[in-house]
């Protein structure tokens, strides 16, 4: 192991600094670049485009039950896909086609937008009976509505969130 | 010495940083607007990493903690996204502003 770590890091000498310093090589940095990024792209990141927040009943928010909703849905990268495609197809000479074919698709998915497009867009509709399950007095107060992506090679998740408090029915605003 | 000028130009570019407004939204504004109160929140993401969203979740209570025997009225949220050096540094901030109305003593 100790073999093995010398063999990685080279020991070079500084004479500014008038001490010997390790140096990782090209070779080891490389490595470590390469599993940082994989660590990064297999783990996901999420993307926060949307924020808001609903008007507070400050009583019910410090002392009412808190409840958490999550829906989602899974998104398609397409420029992520159709790059994977183009270096799948260049072996074949179809390189082209492929991405003449992903920019036919991107003109179907023409205005503004946040995160990557879905198959359907109903997934979110059903928070309101959710609301009502998880607060079936129907006094919530703080509602904060959150639209956040997760992504992850290809394809991603299409989150709607909300957070809300509430209130049982004596303390009820 | 001829290119010091151009290189003093890209320093400060890439070290003065960008803000970027990505959502704004606000609720109905109240008549009784004498106390106004605010919460922030803040994450900084090293590399553009970022693996969940969680530090927006407080946001609420910690409005509630500014006025906690009345409600919160007229809540403008602003979120925006900081950029202080490409690819390295960037942020996020959301920050809530509103109205503290406090319940009228029974007359």
């Known amino acids: 192991m100790k073999a093995n770590l010398q063999h990685q890091f080279r020991i070079r000498y500084i004479p500014l600094l ?156 | 010495m001829k290119h010091l000028p151009i290189r003093a130009l890209w320093l400060a570019v890439a070290l003065s940083g960008c803000v970027h407004m990505h959502s704004v939204s606000t609720t109905s504004v109240p008549i009784e607007r004498s106390e106004p109160v605010e919460a922030s929140t803040y994450r900084f993401f090293f590399l553009l990493l970022n693996f969940d969203n969680n530090y927006v979740d407080q946001l609420t209570e910690d409005l509630a903690q500014k006025c906690p025997d009345g409600s919160i009225e007229g809540i403008l949220t602003k979120q925006e996204g900081i950029m202080y050096f490409p690819l390295i540094a960037h942020a996020s901030r959301v920050t809530a502003t509103g109205y503290c109305v406090r319940p009228k003593a029974a007359e």
């Open chain 1, 18 to 173: 008038g001490s010997p310093m390790r140096i990782p090589n090209r070779r080891s940095l490389l490595r470590c670049c390469g599993c940082t990024l994989l660590w990064g792209a297999l783990s996901g990141c999420a993307v926060l485009h949307t924020t808001q927040v609903g008007e507070i009943h400050s009583p019910t928010v410090l002392q009412g039950k808190r409840f958490e909703i999550k829906v989602s849905n899974i998104g398609f990268d397409l420029d992520t896909a159709v790059a994977i495609a183009n270096a799948v197809a260049r072996q074949s000479d179809h390189a082209d086609t492929v991405g003449a074919a992903g920019e036919i698709i991107k003109l179907f998915q023409t205005g503004p937008r946040t995160g990557n497009p879905v198959f359907r867009d109903d997934y979110s509709d059903r928070v309101f009976e959710m609301l009502r399950a998880e607060c079936p007095s129907g006094r919530i107060s703080g509602l904060v509505s959150i639209r956040e992506t997760a992504k992850y090679p290809v394809v991603s998740g299409e989150i709607v969130k909300l957070i809300g408090y509430c209130a049982p029915e004596e303390d009820a605003p």
